[in-house]
């Protein structure tokens, strides 16, 4: 339903920060339930963050959870997912989903519940 674009994907070294960017191209989402997820090489994409549009609640993969920040500007019409003490464990293709929330159920960590992706942009943290 929506176009969505990533940006600020890079390399890094260990223990340091990025910040990833995700932006619509077309309408807004202001009204989505917002995720990220990412994907390693031989791996399956993987949930990292959600946050939702009611209450703004938000959740982190276990792996995440006091390193990762995500956050939405609704004025601005971004989500961004803040990322620090960086790990080689962190090395993927990170994606930007949006869910309109029709279903009634936030099933926020499977990819499934996600109708509209962005293209991912890469991030590399290096030893």
């Known amino acids: 339903q929506v176009q969505l674009v990533e940006s600020g994907g890079g390399l890094v070294q260990a223990g340091g920060s990025l910040r990833l960017s995700c932006a619509p191209s077309?309408?807004?989402?202001?009204?989505?339930?917002m995720g990220w997820f990412r994907q390693a090489p031989g791996k399956e994409r993987e949930f990292v963050a959600a946050?939702?549009?009611?209450?703004?609640?938000?959740y982190y993969a276990d792996s995440v959870k006091g390193r990762f920040t995500i956050s939405r500007d609704n004025a601005k019409n971004t989500l961004s997912l803040q990322m620090k003490s960086l790990k080689t464990e962190d090395t993927a293709v990170y994606y930007c989903?949006?869910?309109?929330?029709?279903?009634?159920?936030?099933?926020?960590?499977?990819?499934?519940?996600?109708?509209?992706w962005g293209q991912g942009t890469q991030v590399t943290v290096s030893s």
């Open positions: 989903a949006a869910d309109r929330g029709v279903s009634g159920s936030y099933h926020y960590t499977s990819a499934d519940e996600y109708e509209s």
């Open positions: 077309g309408r807004t989402f202001s009204t989505y339930n």
């Open positions: 946050i939702r549009w009611i209450g703004g609640i938000t």
